[in-house]
């Protein structure tokens, strides 16, 4: 007959008498200020972005040898990211980057106070938030490379697994912000609409310009058989930014959440599995974070980061996951409000889709070509309103017209055949 091993669960009062309040306070405060950084000993800036990789704030990362709480002599970097660049990149990033800081410093704190409260034990979707110095414009926040982060090489674009990562964390984001709306604990008041779909004058300085510089291209470098497609992009900057206008306006009834905004391969930072499958990623730049439909994040995240093959076969069914991650996590994150359906988010998709393509057709090739730097230069565009700063040869790579020419056909087709 074999021995039993009876065990007796303790009362809460008996768990507490073994180890008291102010011993477990000493014991959590000691292990905090032995991982806590006491000294910095030296500290280096260098240049945290190749040339191309970033257009409208400088990033630095900052290399350190500190002293720890314990005594021991380690390694940190932080990024700094500053609002300054050349003179007209400056004065448009003015009061984007106070958005920026708003979105670290306050709204990130709530919604992991929200996912706390739920019990969402999943990694955070953006970097840690430690400091916000207005005078200088400057945010110090964590290196994502320095914990294992990168990036997807933008010219190659994002594959499926990637996508599927990025939309279903892209539903998350959505959903937690909707919550802290309906919980009056941020709201549409305090964030403008989206200064690229309602700005005229960067609408018409930066979008149009590239749009019409492609036009030319394609007159006088394609060939006959895209004669028909070049003369329908001839419209006149007010259409044009009539058009991409439109894609702002919802109505009380529209499912409608706090969105990223700029949501697209460069502001997306991945980490794989020993596998070197994509396991989780962070969001970061946050400038442009506005209310809409969160079809414009999404129409912005599809168009201006997968591979346009994949985006085009595969264009329902990125919907479909998409909106199947947003259900489940309004329900984790306890929303109580009308949930979307899937017809209105097609809808939805269907009113910001011009604001989309606009972006892929307008800044796709710029953004993506091989010759990488050379393809336009903001400051220029901005300084001259769209005028001179996009340049001829990236509509000219090998390749581009497989890369973009079914997607300006149906463009044309479907919003310029009058």
């Given at each position: 007959?074999?021995?039993?091993?009876?065990?007796?669960?303790?009362?809460?009062?008996?768990?507490?008498?073994?180890?008291?309040?102010?011993?477990?306070?000493?014991?959590?405060?000691?292990?905090?200020?032995?991982?806590?950084?006491?000294?910095?000993?030296?500290?280096?800036?260098?240049?945290?972005?190749?040339?191309?990789?970033?257009?409208?704030?400088?990033?630095?990362?900052?290399?350190?040898?500190?002293?720890?709480?314990?005594?021991?002599?380690?390694?940190?970097?932080?990024?700094?990211?500053?609002?300054?660049?050349?003179?007209?990149?400056?004065?448009?990033?003015?009061?984007?980057?106070?958005?920026?800081?708003?979105?670290?410093?306050?709204?990130?704190r709530e919604?992991?106070?929200?996912?706390?409260?739920?019990?969402?034990?999943?990694?955070?979707?953006?970097?840690?938030?430690?400091?916000?110095?207005?005078?200088?414009?400057?945010?110090?926040?964590?290196?994502?490379?320095?914990?294992?982060?990168?990036?997807?090489?933008?010219?190659?674009?994002?594959?499926?697994?990637?996508?599927?990562?990025?939309?279903?964390?892209?539903?998350?984001?959505?959903?937690?912000?909707?919550?802290?709306?309906?919980?009056?604990?941020?709201?549409?008041?305090?964030?403008?609409?989206?200064?690229?779909?309602?700005?005229?004058?960067?609408?018409?300085?930066?979008?149009?310009?590239?749009?019409?510089?492609?036009?030319?291209?394609?007159?006088?470098?394609?060939?006959?058989?895209?004669?028909?497609?070049?003369?329908?992009?001839?419209?006149?900057?007010?259409?044009?930014?009539?058009?991409?206008?439109?894609?702002?306006?919802?109505?009380?009834?529209?499912?409608?959440?706090?969105?990223?905004?700029?949501?697209?391969?460069?502001?997306?930072?991945?980490?794989?599995?020993?596998?070197?499958?994509?396991?989780?990623?962070?969001?970061?730049?946050?400038?442009?974070?506005?209310?809409?439909?969160?079809?414009?994040?999404?129409?912005?995240?599809?168009?201006?980061?997968?591979q346009p093959?994949?985006?085009?076969?595969?264009?329902?069914?990125?919907?479909?996951?998409?909106?199947?991650?947003?259900?489940?996590y309004l329900?984790?994150?306890?929303?109580?409000?009308?949930?979307?359906?899937?017809?209105?988010?097609?809808?939805?998709?269907?009113?910001?889709?011009?604001?989309?393509?606009?972006?892929?057709?307008?800044?796709?090739?710029?953004?993506?070509?091989?010759?990488?730097?050379?393809?336009?230069?903001?400051?220029?565009?901005?300084?001259?309103?769209?005028?001179?700063?996009?340049?001829?040869?990236?509509?000219?790579?090998?390749?581009?017209?497989?890369?973009?020419?079914?997607?300006?056909?149906?463009?044309?087709?479907?919003?310029?055949?009058?």
């Amino acid at each position: 007959m074999g021995l039993r091993i009876i065990r007796i669960r303790k009362p809460p009062t008996e768990i507490g008498l073994a180890m008291d309040r102010k011993v477990l306070e000493t014991a959590v405060k000691r292990s905090f200020k032995d991982h806590a950084i006491a000294q910095v000993i030296e500290a280096e800036a260098e240049t945290a972005l190749p040339k191309g990789e970033n257009y409208l704030s400088t990033i630095l990362r900052i290399r350190m040898k500190v002293v720890l709480g314990n005594g021991r002599v380690a390694k940190r970097n932080l990024i700094v990211k500053r609002g300054e660049g050349a003179d007209c990149v400056v004065v448009m990033m003015k009061d984007f980057f106070k958005v920026e800081a708003k979105m670290y410093s306050r709204v990130f704190r709530e919604m992991e106070y929200l996912m706390e409260d739920v019990g969402d034990f999943e990694e955070p979707l953006w970097c840690k938030f430690i400091h916000y110095d207005p005078k200088s414009e400057s945010l110090v926040l964590e290196d994502l490379k320095a914990t294992g982060f990168s990036l997807v090489q933008r010219q190659i674009g994002i594959d499926m697994e990637h996508g599927q990562l990025a939309l279903r964390s892209l539903a998350r984001y959505h959903a937690i912000g909707k919550v802290l709306e309906e919980r009056d604990v941020i709201s549409k008041g305090e964030f403008d609409t989206h200064p690229f779909m309602t700005n005229s004058r960067y609408v018409e300085t930066l979008s149009y310009p590239g749009l019409q510089a492609l036009r030319k291209a394609m007159e006088q470098h394609w060939g006959p058989e895209w004669a028909t497609v070049a003369s329908k992009l001839n419209i006149t900057s007010d259409v044009f930014y009539s058009k991409v206008k439109s894609c702002s306006v919802y109505t009380e009834k529209d499912f409608v959440c706090l969105n990223h905004g700029d949501c697209w391969t460069n502001n997306i930072m991945f980490k794989y599995d020993w596998h070197g499958k994509p396991q989780s990623l962070r969001f970061v730049d946050f400038q442009f974070a506005n209310y809409n439909t969160p079809c414009a994040d999404v129409s912005n995240f599809i168009y201006m980061s997968l591979q346009p093959k994949l985006r085009r076969k595969n264009y329902k069914l990125l919907l479909e996951y998409y909106f199947d991650a947003l259900i489940k996590y309004l329900d984790i994150y306890g929303y109580k409000g009308p949930k979307p359906t899937f017809e209105g988010l097609e809808e939805a998709m269907e009113r910001v889709s011009f604001f989309g393509i606009c972006l892929f057709v307008c800044w796709y090739p710029a953004l993506t070509a091989k010759s990488g730097t050379d393809t336009f230069e903001l400051d220029t565009l901005l300084k001259t309103r769209g005028k001179e700063g996009f340049h001829m040869d990236m509509y000219l790579e090998e390749g581009i017209t497989e890369k973009i020419g079914d997607d300006l056909i149906d463009f044309v087709e479907k919003y310029l055949s009058s």
